[in-house]
Structure formats: C-alpha cells, structure tokens
C-alpha cells in the first residue's frame, strides 16, 4: 500500500543500461556469475508502477528484487513506468518481444495491466501480480501482503488513539487510496470493517470521505484542505497510506491541530515513522516489503526454471472475473510510537535516515538506540 523521496536517485543506482524514454530505467541484468543455475533460467522482467505514490517504488522493491535474484544467479530486468500507463505497455512489450520466461507487474491500473498480461500470456510466459490483483488480468499467481488486514489495523488503530483522547463522538475523515487500486479497495474494506459499527453506534460519526487519485500526495492535501473547510469538527483521520497521512498533517499544520487530531497511515516510511515520533502521526503499517520481494523472487525464479512453484499456497478471489488465483500473502504488522524501533531493528529503514538532529530525543524517548 506503502512518498518517493528518494526514488530517482535510488532507482538509477540500479541501472546498468541506458536510460529509458520515459526518463528513469532501473533496468537491469543480473546473474552473470551464477554459472549453469543462470544459463538454465530464464530472464525475468519486473514493470513497476511509479516512483511518486511510495518511496518504496523507488527505493525498496527494486533493490530487495534484484538482491534476491542476484543471489538465485537468474537474470532480472527491472524497470518502473514512473505512472505513464503508455510507457507501461511499451516496457511490456519490449520484455515480451526480448523472450522473457516470466512478466512480474505492478498495475498502474486493471485495465493497463490486464492488457499487459494477456500479451504474455499469448506469447507463453508465466506471469505474476506484484503486490497489485489486476482485476481479470488472469495472472498466473498473485504476491502480496493480507491487505484487508492492513486496513483492519489502520482502523483498529484509529480506534485506539480516538479512544486514548477521549473525545465524545468524533467526526472520522477517510483518504481513501486510488480508486483504480484494488488494494485501496481492500484497505478500505479492512478499516470500514472497524468503523462502519462505530458509526452505526454513534460512538464515531462519519465525516468526508474521498478516494485520492493515483495516490497523488499534492491532491490529497487539496481534498482534505476542502474537508476541513467543510467540516471544522473533524477529530480523526484514516489517511490510507503515509504520504496521504502526511498531507492531511501539513493541514493540520497550517491550522495549528497538529497533534490534536489523530492521523493514520501504512508503508512506514522515514517521514511516517517521523511524524509518529513527532506526535503528529497515530500510526502506520510496516509491510516487511524485504519478505514480500523474496517471496515474489522465490515464485518468480521456480518459474524462469520451468520449476512448479511450491509457496504459492493460499488463493486470492478476482472479484471481477471469480476467479482462484494462486497466491502467497504475508502478514502486516502495526507501528506505533512504542515499537518504531521495530521497523529500524528490521533493516527496513535505518536509525541515521529516521533519528536526524529534529527527531534525536523522540528517538531516544522511543528507546531507539
């Protein structure tokens, strides 16, 4: 689910070719040293979405990807649309045309990405949804996390910090995700799960509710610049994702509320573990994006050896087409104040990027160390 702050720079680290038309290419070709293992495989080509809705885009996927099928000896080219669905296809196209054995996609949309599958398909390559369901794109199997079960956290712990102030039927805003985001769909599914009933008890009231397009930080604080025009009373926030978490705070900011009104997120990126430490966050969700990659790796390098996948083991229902698609889904965990030092402890972001000279004491205060 889990902006882009450090992408180009981190993306063209991965570039060992030229630069693509659509100005950053993390393309890359790897595995020349993994000997009979590397000739037996197939190549694999990954398209990843952008690098503006999540640094992880730019940053983290694409070096956890390559690590691991560096370390498996199987070539792998990397590259990212940077949320250009006519250069999506046209990097499709030129790893379909190259003979790939397997096509890994994040959508940038169902339709884009099912028109990219069906091209693999026809021209007899495995193909994998990254994170992403493409609703019915038919791919061959599906990596992601449990993403109803990361808006059930986010929800849960919007619950938790309305519930610590002790606020007296709050009003909730909801940032919704993209709408052409079936992962947006299920976080939302998840988190109204948890507040659809307060709502109904009167214990919450419902407040806007918005869907932000593309995941676009910069429209997100528009949207919730609007809502809170509209509606002074809003108490709480279920931002979908941290970028939009941190929007909706540069609001608040400007209107000294700061802190006051409780703001969720999910990607736990530096800025999100930031502004929890600040106070101005209520939490995010850590998605181990290193397990994810490995996971999808795993798939992805059984396949390019003609192998039958054996981690594949739960399915995901296409809500479109009803289809089963065979799927490895992994586990969210919730980040708060209290256990940030999780997340660094991880190796997912470190203690020098998350602890700078404004966040020094709430980083020892949090027992970060």
Do not use: H
């Amino acid at each position: 689910m889990r902006k882009g702050l450090f992408a180009l720079a981190a993306v063209s680290l991965l570039a060992t070719g030229s630069i693509a038309a659509c100005g950053d290419d993390s393309g890359s070709d790897s595995g020349s040293s993994g000997g009979s293992s590397a000739a037996a495989a197939g190549k694999v080509g990954i398209i990843l979405p952008d690098t503006k809705s999540s640094q992880r885009w730019g940053t983290d996927d694409p070096k956890f990807l390559k690590a691991a099928f560096d370390a498996a000896g199987v070539p792998v080219e990397i590259q990212n649309a940077q949320g250009d669905k006519t250069q999506f296809q046209t990097i499709a196209d030129g790893m379909i045309s190259s003979g790939v054995a397997v096509l890994m996609i994040v959508n940038l949309d169902s339709g884009t990405g099912k028109a990219v599958l069906e091209k693999a398909k026809k021209a007899g390559i495995a193909t994998i949804d990254y994170d992403r369901l493409t609703l019915s794109g038919g791919a061959d199997y599906y990596v992601s996390f449990d993403n109803v079960a990361v808006g059930k956290l986010q929800g849960e712990g919007l619950v938790k910090c309305l519930e610590d102030k002790k606020l007296t039927k709050p009003v909730v805003a909801e940032l919704n995700g993209s709408p052409t985001d079936n992962n947006a769909t299920l976080f939302a599914e998840g988190y109204d799960s948890i507040l659809n009933p307060k709502y109904a008890d009167g214990t919450f009231v419902k407040g806007p509710n918005q869907d932000v397009p593309d995941w676009d930080n910069a429209q997100a604080g528009t949207i919730f610049e609007q809502m809170l025009t509209s509606n002074k009373n809003i108490k709480g926030v279920l931002a979908a994702n941290d970028g939009l978490g941190n929007a909706a705070i540069s609001v608040l900011k400007k209107n000294k509320l700061n802190g006051q009104v409780p703001v969720t997120g999910q990607d736990a990126t530096v800025q999100g573990l930031q502004n929890i430490l600040a106070g101005d966050q209520c939490m995010t969700v850590y998605k181990a994006i290193k397990k994810e990659a490995d996971a999808a790796a795993e798939l992805a390098v059984a396949l390019a050896k003609k192998q039958k996948p054996t981690t594949a083991t739960g399915t995901t229902k296409d809500p479109e087409s009803g289809a089963d698609v065979p799927s490895v889904l992994l586990e969210p965990q919730s980040i708060t104040k209290e256990n940030v030092k999780d997340v660094i402890a991880d190796g997912f972001v470190t203690k020098d990027a998350v602890c700078t000279a404004d966040f020094a004491k709430a980083c020892t205060d949090a027992g970060i160390s």
